[in-house]
């Protein structure tokens, strides 16, 4: 009765207190029974009822009793800990934890049992797919296709919502040029331009229109800054980079997600410009809540607050919560530096009261925006939980996700599709008959084994003789599955190559399955070799002396080096990790029944030494050489600067002609450009259209091509249909190394095409 009445009285509060810091605009929604909510008075209120101690307790997020993404909570900081400050009211959010059984009881605690009763926000590491887990975000990516990816993280939101989880840890928006990176997976890719496309599309999915709808769950644009700029590609790295890169290359598609209302952010563990990221008053005062008025909140990453000891900036837990509040840090995911520290710091006068209430503020409000202060079990039926989860539309849409993803890399003498019938197909390859690798990293409500195979898939079309052999396993066979294991690879086991041969000579067509398992790329997974790992290259050497009919089938979490095979091999599909209807989707596209449309959002080396490479580089002084007996010109003298796909790069079953390109001046900053393109082949096909332009001179060097526009076109046999692109202020511009935006006059060259290679151009000028 006491509860209920202090509810009330915060609900129907509208009393205004002193004004928050970063000075919102505050926001005024109607509820379905018509009662007008402003927030923000409803938060000075609550702030004012608050201690302070109750106040920092919003600002700490633990970790589930039951499950930890990262390193083990320190001694004494244990289970029984975290539920007594609970039960204290000193909890404003936890993570990991899923199901509405958990959800439910520890929510109960927090509203019924603690002083104030506010709800706990619960975040999760929604990175593809909740239970029905689609393809990694990079393969998504490689789809361009927005309305489906935007779809797809719809779904997701729905599934989880329904499993009492309000908040993902997503969508990561890091720019990543580096294939060792483990965590190119979980992005968009190399492009800041179709990078920010796709964050707004992921963001828009995951939100909707209306935060308190239970279908609905708020995101998270991580890691803010350059995470995706690990020195050498090594996890946790330091980055090194400068402003120009920062505000043309990785502040973007944090911008783009801002302006589209993400509700949260996670900082970074790397250092910029040798400060961590957590810590860092540029990044986090200064542009993201003063330039760009984000007013949501930010959460750090796992224990990145106490790391900032490790690094050196700070000597103590204590000084690392002074800094990291005082950066702009809202939340303290799992160091307990706030919950430990901050009331000290305050009473000792080294940190305002002022700023604690900024960040409660600013969590409060995305708790009031969930509809959480309403209903804090909206999010937990039961009954609703068991007929959502793992629905069969959720299943249809992860096919067609799955399908819209593969790459069709190499195609000669159309080898693919497959005939439908009379054939002897030999399928090799563990991954072929592996039902959980095409989950892939970060899937950790998906069960294992949930995947279909590529056998499976395969078998579905029964006019052919499939004949299976393993070859050789991936990984070792006392390889632990599992998010927080090291995989041990196979470096040695060649005992299955003897039967894959031999059924291999007997056969008209090879498929082989090949590539990294989904637990080989993700978080703590860099690797100094992308190529295919273990014994797999010399399988597929095996093979090929037996059989050259091979159709290589990849599976990967990032751009592989696969020279050799990229040579040898005549038909090669990029089939990334797909989820729950990987096997499905691969085989409907290797038949036929699905034209491959999905183009690369990340370039494919030649070799790792050619790495960091990505399309949009500067031309350097001595750009390529004419002739190769002088050396002095940017290159190496043991591999082409070229790389062995370009971004951008895709086939399909039909092929595509481009003609033409025309350019006109709409305003003084609008240049709208066409181009016709015409199906040359005799089936209907998808064709990503891709505008590249390239300020010729500026002030800084600008890239030599930069994209600035795509549309994803259909088309049937002999159609030809104009594109039309406007090239607006957003598209012409660039940012100069103090974060000012300027669009310069001069000569641009324009590039149109199927990939970043587009040869097909013209220029325009601005005035
Ligand atoms: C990762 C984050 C993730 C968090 C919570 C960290 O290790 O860097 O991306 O959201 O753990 O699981």
């Known amino acids: 009765m006491k509860k209920a009445l202090l509810f009330y009285m915060i609900l129907m509060s509208i009393s205004c207190q002193k004004s928050s810091p970063d000075h919102v605009t505050p926001k005024t929604t109607t509820t379905s029974n018509g009662m007008q909510l402003d927030y923000e008075k409803r938060i000075d209120s609550l702030l004012n009822l608050m201690t302070l101690e109750e106040k920092i307790g919003q600002m700490n997020q633990y970790s589930g009793f039951w499950d930890a993404t990262g390193p083990s ?21 936890m993570l990991n934890v899923k199901g509405v059984a958990q959800i439910k009881a520890l929510q109960k605690i927090a509203v019924e049992d603690t002083r104030l009763g506010i709800p706990l926000i619960f975040g999760y590491d ?59 997976m979980e992005g968009a890719g190399e492009d800041p331009y179709l990078g920010s496309k796709i964050g707004v599309a992921r963001v828009q999915g995951f939100q909707g229109d209306d935060l308190s709808s239970p279908k609905t769950i708020a995101a ?10 690990a020195e050498a590609g090594r996890e946790y790295n330091t980055a090194d980079i400068g402003t120009s890169t920062l505000y043309n290359i990785v502040f973007p598609p944090f911008k783009a997600v801002t302006d589209a209302g993400v509700r949260t952010f996670m900082n970074a563990f790397n250092l910029v410009n040798d400060i961590p990221a957590t810590g860092n008053v540029f990044l986090q005062r200064d542009v993201l809540k003063r330039d760009w008025g984000f007013n949501g909140f930010i959460v750090s990453d796992w224990g990145s607050i106490g790391e900032m000891t490790t690094h050196g900036y700070t000597n103590s837990d204590k000084q690392a919560a002074e800094l990291a509040v005082k950066a702009g840090s809202d939340m303290d995911m799992e160091s307990s530096a706030y919950v430990k520290e901050l009331a000290q710091l305050v009473k000792e006068g080294k940190v305002e009261e002022a700023l604690i209430d900024d960040a409660a503020r600013r969590i409060l409000r995305v708790k009031f925006e969930l509809g959480l202060f309403e209903d804090p079990y909206r999010y937990c039926d039961a009954d609703y939980e068991k007929t959502v989860v793992g629905e069969k539309s959720f299943h249809d849409d992860a096919l067609d996700m799955a399908k819209k993803s593969i790459v069709l890399l190499k195609n000669e003498n159309n080898l693919l599709p497959l005939k439908k019938e009379g054939q002897k197909i030999a399928l090799i390859g563990a991954l072929a008959n592996d039902k959980t690798s095409p989950l892939g990293n970060w899937r950790i409500a998906a069960d294992d084994g949930s995947a279909v195979s590529v056998i499976e898939g395969l078998n579905a079309y029964s006019g ?19 998010f927080v294991h090291e995989v041990t690879i196979n470096e040695t086991d060649k005992s299955g190559f003897s039967e894959a041969v031999s059924v291999a000579k007997t056969s008209d067509v090879v498929v082989m399955v090949l590539g990294e398992h989904g637990l080989q790329s993700g978080e703590g997974r860099s690797r100094t070799q992308i190529d295919l790992p273990g014994v797999q290259q010399s399988l597929l050497e095996e093979i090929y002396k037996v059989n050259q009919n091979i159709v290589l089938v990849l599976t990967n979490g990032r751009p592989l080096a696969i020279p050799w095979a990229a040579e040898h091999i005549p038909a090669i599909v990029e089939a990334w990790h797909l989820g729950v209807q990987s096997g499905n989707a691969i085989a409907q596209v290797l038949y036929g029944d699905y034209n491959p449309s999905g183009k690369l959002p990340m370039t494919f080396p030649k070799n790792v030494g050619q790495v960091p490479i990505f399309y949009n580089n500067k031309s350097t002084g001595r750009p390529d050489g004419e002739t190769n007996d002088v050396v002095f010109w940017s290159h190496y003298i043991d591999e082409s600067n070229a790389p062995l796909y370009p971004f951008g790069y895709g086939l399909s079953y039909t092929s595509f002609a481009y003609k033409n ?12 450009v066409t181009v016709e393109l015409t199906n040359t082949g005799q089936v209907k096909g998808k064709e990503v259209v891709q505008l590249y332009i390239h300020d010729k001179y500026a002030s800084t060097v600008r890239p030599v091509k930069e994209l600035k526009g795509f549309e994803l076109v259909a088309l049937e046999p002999q159609e030809t249909k104009t594109i039309t692109f406007e090239l607006t202020e957003a598209e012409l511009g660039f940012y100069t190394g103090q974060g000012e935006y300027i669009i310069e006059p001069g000569e641009f060259d324009v590039f149109v095409g199927g990939d970043s290679n587009a040869k097909l151009s013209t220029t325009f000028s601005l005035d």
Not at 151 to 172: L, Q, R, V, Y
Not at 220 to 229: I, M, P, T
Not at 661 to 672: C, E, N
Request: charged residues 25%; aromatic residues 8%.
């Open 73 to 93: 909570p320190k001694a004494g900081e244990d289970a029984d800990s975290k539920y007594k400050d609970l039960k204290k009211g000193l909890v404003g959010s």
């Open 126 to 184: 929604v990175i593809h797919g909740f239970k029905t887990t689609g393809p990694i975000p990079l393969a998504e990516s490689a789809s361009w296709d927005l309305e489906t990816i935007k779809k797809s993280a719809e779904n997701a939101a729905e599934e989880t919502a329904a499993s009492g989880i309000n908040w993902t840890f997503a969508p990561m928006v890091d720019i990543s040029r580096d294939a060792r990176w483990g965590r190119v």
């Open 220 to 229: 998270c644009a991580k890691h803010f800054a350059a995470y995706g700029f």
């Open 464 to 482: 052919n003789t499939l004949t299976y052999a393993k070859g050789a396993d991936v990984l070792t066979l006392d390889s632990k599955l599992s």
């Open 661 to 672: 390109l025309t350019t006109r001046k709409t305003a003084a900053r609008h240049i709208t």
